[in-house]
Each structure stands twice: as C-alpha cells, then as structure tokens.
C-alpha cells in the first residue's frame, strides 16, 4: 500500500507545483480552445443573436451547435417571480415563489462576511432551480445620497465595508453554479433622471470610493458578468465607457466575462461595440442587424463580434445550462435558505437607542402596537428588486407568535400608507387606510384611535418608516422625512405613554429629529426578508441581543449630508427615468428612431460630485458636522470591555490584536471595527477611514482575543499625478471600536 501510496502522492505534488495557478478570472478562459472551435463553425448571423435580448430575461445560444440560452434573473434579495417572455408582467407560475432575503442595507447591517456568503449560497441554489444562470446582482453602489431610491439594494456608504459583503455575496453566489451580473458599474448613485446625467468625477474619488466594491469582487471573486449602469460617467453612458469598460474592467482588473448593459441602458452599435458591452438588454436596436450592417460597409471586423462572442461563451461554459426537466420542479424557496434569510435578519437588527426598557420586561402584559408598517408586506414593490414571497412574517406576526398566551397584543394601523404611484388604474373605491400625498398631515382619527389604544398598555411598539413606493427604483426621495404624519402620531403616543420603542421600517435613512426624544427606545428594522418579524420579536423580547451596525450615517437633517451641503445634489437635476420611459406601452410601440427621439430630448443633466471622496462619515468627521446617528453605530443588551491592543507591521500587512471581554448576561455579537488616520501626511485624507472589520460572538463573561489585518495595499490612495495607487509611508493612528464615533482604543504604526 505504502508502495503505491508514495509515487502518487509524489505525483499530486509535482502536478500541483507544475499547474499555473489561475486566478479567478483566468479561471473563465479554461475552455477558451472548445470555445474558438465552436464560433469557427458560427454564422455571423448566429454570432450577432448572441449580443442581444432573446426575450425580456435571456440571451440567445445557438441551439445546432448545442449551446443554450442564458437565462438571468433580478435580483439582488430573491429570486423575482417568471415574467411573461417579453415584459415584466407576471407569467402566472405558481411554483416560482422564492425566498425574499434581507434586503442590500439590512444584510450590509450584519457587517458580516460569512452571511454575505450564505446569502449568495442561498440566492445561487434558488436561481438553479428555476433554472437560471445568471443572476442582476448583488447591486454594491456607493450609498452617495440619503434621499437615493436604491439605497435600500445597495450596501453601505464605505468602501471597504461594501467590498467585503459584494466579493463574499459573488462567491457564495458562484460556489453553486450561477453567476452573478454585478450592479450597476459605475456611479449610478441616483435615480433621479438615471437614464441621462452625466457624472462628473475625480479618478481619485472613483477609485477610491465607487469602483471599490466592484474592484474585489471581479478580481477576488471572479465575478462573471458586470452590469455597466444607465448614466454616463464623465461624458460618455457606462454601456460605452471606453474608461471604464476597456481600461479598468478587462485592461487593469484582468476582466474575462461578458458585459449586459441595464435594460433599456444601451445607447449605440459603434459605442458598444468598441467599447465594452457585450449583450444589448433588452431589444436589437443596436447589437443586431446593424452589428452586421456595420461589418458589411467595413465599419466593423467580424473577429470583433468574435471576441464579444467568445466572452459570452466563456460565462455560458463555467455555467451549466439547468436541463428543462429539472427546472421548475419544485418550488423555488427551500427551508435552508428561509433559514439563512433568519439569520441575516437577527443579525442585521440595529439597536439605535435603549434608555433601559428594552428587551421588553416580564412584567410587560399588555402590548400596543401602532402603525401600518407593522403589517404591511415589504416583499414586493420597488421596481426590478420586489420578491414574490413563498410567505413573510410581518412584525405583528412575528410578536404575537413570540409573545404567546400570556401577553395580549393589540394592534392600529396609527397613519395612512402612502401607496405611491399607481401603474394600473385606481381602485373603484379609495382605501381608506391609504394617503393621496406623502406628506398628508395625521389623520385625526387614526390617531384617536391609537392614543386610546397606547394610553392602557404597558408598553407602546410604533412601527414607522417609509415603503417601497416611497424608497424605489426609478425616483429619488425629495426629504428623508417620515410620511403621512408620523412624526405627530408618535408624539401624541409618547404623550398618552411614555413606555414606548419605536422601530423603523425602511431601507434608507430617515430624518428622527422628533422621533428621537418622543422614542426611549429606537430600533431600525429594515426590509427584513421572509423571517423579519421572527428575528425582530426575538431581539425585542431579548431571546437575542441586536448586534446590527449601521451601514450608513443617519444625518440629523439632510441638509448636513455632502452633496447636499455642497448643492450637488438635486442641483440641476429634474425629468423623466430612462427605464421607466422605454416600457411605457406607448413607447414599446414606437419605432427604433421615434424612440431615440424620445431618449435625445431627455433633459441632459450633470451631478458634480465636488465632495470628492468625502461620501457618508468622511464628511461628517472631517466637517465635524454631528451626525443623529454615526456610522457603525448599533447598541447592544450587554457592555463590551475593549482591551490591550497590539498593533505592528508584518510583511505586507498591519496586524492589530486585543481582548474583546462580554460583561453581560447573555452571549451577544460585536461588530469591532477598526480605523485609520494618518499623522503628518503629505496627502489630503478624510479624518478617518473604516480599514479591517469583524464580527464576533462573545459568551457572557468570556474574553477573546481578537485580530485584525489591514492590506497594506488597502492603504494606498490613487495619485493623480502618476496616474497609479500609491502607498504614503509615515505614521498612522489605529482607532478600534464598537462605532465610528465610539472608538476605544488606539495604537501607532509606521509604514
Ligand atoms: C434595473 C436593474 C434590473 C433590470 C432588470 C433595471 O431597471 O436598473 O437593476 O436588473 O432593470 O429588471
């Protein structure tokens, strides 16, 4: 046996030392060979199919030479129910209902790689059985504006932070045979007129802030597919960025996969084809017949929809086609992933603030709770990110269940609900739970009603918030401020009952100005997936301690945001959305040129971003502008004691250590984060930057050593002189802590 054992082993080593260690996106060009032989036999008729929609979700293949469609699917938090072949419309399948996951902020909340990672494992299984390849997301733009109507799909403010959660969501993502189209590259940090503005940035700040989250997943995670993003950056529209496209994506990052512009986000045949996209979603305006017009008069080669062709193929070869028997078998939710959606969402809880009355004490008998964000679904709505949910346990539910026999709960609605913008025809009779105008003043016997309510139970829950009409895709908020009254509602409450905790439902921020001191007890509780009310009644009843972070800065008003204090932001930015334009019915009618007379009159705004790299905590730190809540921040129901750091330079890392000790009663999660500023620079820095996280369970009355590393190549700034990252040698300041305006230890390097 030994004999036999030895020369194979032998044989395992030498084989592995000989292998050219590929890196994740060399990995894509495995069968590069297989692939050139199947487009040597390739008309060019069924080459140029292969740039375009098929249908509304699918890219063609080439059915005689056996290569399958590529079927994508939204979106970044569940995969979306089947659409009719050509639009958006439900099909009608009734086993196509999935998990609805946390969404983007609320997973960003868990400041946890782990998660992300299952998150995706749990999103990539689902997509397989309904047979899709590839799925629109995770979407990882920069949170640039409170106000922003995606700010609820995308991650964080920092880049760091949201770098870390995109590479681990695209490789648990990939782990199981999907790939994701990573979204929405680049810049796409505003809804408003999405489809036309043209940003206007320093290379500085786009290298350092809002490629970053795409930078580690394509490169680290080897993401598949990118989505180039409806605007323009710095002149010219995403789908033909030769900058970004070209330069950075294949020439810098080693890009090996295909490009698929946003639907309706393809702009040109030339620009396309010269610059980067690989697949025009959705139509053939551009990447069909005049792809093969353009080679007939010479203004293109046929080895370039060669090249196009074969970066498709590579997604389609790393991607097994999901055999049509198999798909759409079962029904696409699985326990294990509604189990991991549970996870997510206990850990993504953030305590905002506890003068002591939560959890909720044993003596607490009678519960009110107030507010129709308590049992409105948050599942769908939203635009290309709404979930058709297998089920979701609203808040009341999840209460109730928690709360059982002995504890009574009541329940009033307390506001109306702003519904937003109807697509289809209003309803015979007006729903009288329902407000005409965002801003409707409280309704007075709503408000009557939940008083009476409040003033005889022990403890009031009002849940407030915003919806998914008001933070959407397709428009931006005008104010962070709460709807429909809210704000007098939970006065008159806190009035009637001081014994009282106000959870937030929402994606974004919300303005708490006067929530704040009418709330001794505030919770943001995010869109928070299929078991949100489960994991909120287990954090409120204090089966588990909150250990979510913010993701991004609650500003006290929005005026002390950046792009606000600077007037970038809504600056000259008013019209229509792109997206929203090309599905009209009316426009779907229109011919390709009518349409592109549509497009050319919309108005052609810029947003500047002149606040450079000084996007969320940047800004409030360096401007020393007080923030409602900081970045980072999150309470929890125990006290984490900070000691003994060890900080020093090895090889090309920064290491920190120290005890992290749980002084409480019950084992909670601390989210330590660690940040650096730097002493006597040459280079202009914010005050500080978030550089290495962790999340860590602690039992109560342990201490655990805690470690930490920071790249140094993470502490390079782009220098626009030389055009390249460069490291700064000198002194920096480490600062660990539980937040970034609550740091408890601090160290000095030199590097
Ligand atoms: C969105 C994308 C989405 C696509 C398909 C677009 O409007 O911007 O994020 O994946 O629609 O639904």
Redesign the pocket.
Known sequence: MKRILFPTLLLIVLATACTKPYSPQEKLTANDAEINAIIAQMTLEEKVEMLHSKTN?SSAGVERLGIADIN?A??PFGI?EEGVPNG?QSAGWTLDSATYFPTGSALAATWSEDLAYKYGTGMGREARLRGKDVI??P?VNIQRLPVGGRTY?YLSEDPILSAALALYYTKGVQDEGTAV?I??FAV?NQETN?GSVNVKIDERTLREIYLKPFERAIIEGGAMSV?P??NKVNGDYCSENEHLLNEILRGEWGFKGMTVS????THSTMGAMLHGLNVQ?TGSNYLGQPVIDSIATGALTEEQVDEKVRQILRVRYAIAPVPADVANTEMTSQPESQRIAREVAEKAIVLLKNEGILPIKAEVKKIAVIGQNAVLKTQSGG???GVKALYEITPLEGIRTRAGEGIEVSYAPGYKNYPGFRWGPAPAEPNPLEAAAIDEPADPELLAEAVALASTADLVIFFGGTNKSIET??SDRKDIKLPCGQETLVQALYEANPNLVSVLISGGPTDLQVLEPASPAIVQGWWNGTEGGTALAKVLFGDIAPSGKLPFTFPKKLEDSPAYALGNFPGNNTGGDL?TLMFRPDVIKMTPAERQALIDALPKPESDYTERFYVGYRWFDTQKVEPMYAFGHGLSYVIFDYDGIKASVKGDKVKVSFQLTNEGEMEADEVVQLYVQRLRSNVEWPEKELKAFKRVSVKPGETRKVSLEIPLADLRYWNEETNAWDLEHGQLRLLLGSASDDLRLTAEVTI
């Open positions: 979700m994508y939204d979106g979306r958006f629109l997301g979407a799909e189209c979204k929405h796409n999405r989505m993003a409806y946003d639907w309706g986000g979603m635009m290309g990110a895709e397709g997206f």
